[in-house]
């Protein structure tokens, strides 16, 4: 008997919210006057702070269109509204193609920090990000205003994020490759970023992933870019070393000060970690981490760590550089072909690992005591 009251009310509160936003999109638009067209913005963007809110803001493009035409608009408070709205709106999949449909005004405002975060939530999805690099290629210089971004006294943290999702795709990662530019070289320094872990795990993702390019490995481990203690700075700690032990390691992670932390963001040392092997997929690369005394701070490291996610990710490292080398045909093994059902039964002892790492956590907790580490061949 109920139903038709309650099935009424609920039409009569869907056409309020429809009639509501109807008139912000009014609102928003230059005939409204650039008070009302302020006052508006400010009134998304406070709608964009609830999870409800951004999604009707999402499915409505008309009001996207607008809040797009403000943010690339003269006027700064009403721009700086909008613009903090879209950003909000920007990770609901509803808004993806009103979005990009308005580009080019969001290139435009690149690169502010706002818009990089609006585009980094955009390019979270591999069609998106292609958009994205298209665009930037299409307006001539590429990647280069977002690496120059870089160079700033206090670079936006929205860019690493930004940076991270381009490199997603081949064609993002050539970008950063690109030896002509020094590009990746300017990434290197925020590995120890400590104003913003978004920046610093923005860039270390994005370095993660130019590490899939083994066809540079040589080169990033080279004199010429030196990634290696970039990456292993991060998880080193205050620990001192025989003094044999210490010559092996590059000066940059020899003598380290008693205070030195590690990386404190779990997900952050697990992509350092996976970087490294990364680098280690080809025979010259496994050399050359090898005896760059990278074993050295993984034992430590491993000491020291407590997540199992990135424990496991430390133990599979040093089994790469403490085991045997690969067979004839799989010295690249980024190259190697695993059949299916391979790579299923090792997607299942990888579960097994990870619920072997949580219950070995546990009775660690209550030891108190820690894993030992499998130990380097004798030199």
């Not at 009302?36 to 999870?51: F, H, I, P, T």
């Not at 010429?224 to 203690?229: A, K, M, N, R, S």
């Given at each position: 008997m109920l139903e038709a009251p309650v099935m009424a009310a609920a039409a009569a509160e869907e056409g309020a919210v429809a009639a509501a936003l109807a008139e912000l999109a009014a609102l928003l638009a230059p005939p409204a006057g650039e008070a009302?067209?302020?006052?508006?913005?400010?009134?998304?963007?406070?709608?964009?702070?609830?999870?409800e809110g951004r999604r009707l803001l999402a499915e409505r493009p008309a009001v996207l269109a607008a809040l797009l035409e403000l943010a690339a608009g003269p006027s700064p408070p009403a721009a700086r509204c909008a613009l903090g709205c879209l950003v909000n709106v920007s990770a609901e999949p509803a808004a993806r193609g009103p979005l990009l449909a308005g580009l080019p005004a969001l290139l435009g405002l690149l690169p502010g920090g706002p818009a990089c975060g609006l585009l980094a939530n955009l390019c979270r999805e591999r069609g998106a990000a292609r958009r994205v690099l298209r665009g930037l290629r299409e307006r001539g210089p590429g990647l280069e205003p977002l690496l120059r971004a870089l160079g700033e006294p206090r670079p936006p943290p929205q860019l690493g994020p930004l940076l991270c999702n381009l490199s997603q795709l081949p064609e993002g990662?050539?970008?950063?490759?690109?030896?002509?530019?020094?590009?990746?070289?300017?990434?290197?320094?925020?590995?120890?970023?400590?104003?913003?872990?978004v920046h610093r795990r923005g860039v270390v993702g994005a370095l993660r992933n130019c590490c899939f390019e083994y066809e540079d490995h040589e080169w990033l481990l080279s004199e010429?870019?030196?990634?290696?203690?970039f990456l292993l700075l991060p998880l080193a700690g205050p620990e001192e070393f025989p003094e044999d032990e210490m010559e092996r390691l590059p000066a940059d992670l020899q003598y380290l000060p008693q205070d030195k932390q590690r990386e404190e963001e779990p997900d952050i040392r697990k992509m350092l970690l996976e970087a490294i092997m990364l680098l280690t997929a080809t025979k010259a690369g496994r050399h050359i981490v090898r005896e760059k005394g990278t074993y050295l701070i993984l034992r430590e490291l491993h000491r020291w760590e407590r997540e199992p996610d990135v424990l496991a990710a430390c133990e599979k490292l040093i089994q790469v550089l403490i085991g045997d080398e690969p067979g004839p045909g799989m010295e690249n093994l980024l190259e190697v072909n695993v059949p299916e059902e391979v790579e299923e039964q090792l997607q299942r002892l990888d579960r097994e690992e990870e619920e072997q790492w949580r219950r070995e956590r546990e009775e660690r907790q209550e030891a108190r005591g820690s894993t030992p580490c499998p130990k380097e061949p004798a030199r």
């Open positions: 009302a067209r302020a006052a508006a913005a400010e009134a998304a963007l406070s709608l964009s702070g609830g999870a990662r050539r970008g950063l490759l690109d030896r002509s530019r020094c590009s990746v070289q300017r990434l290197l320094p925020f590995t120890q970023c400590s104003d913003s872990v010429e870019v030196d990634i290696l203690p």
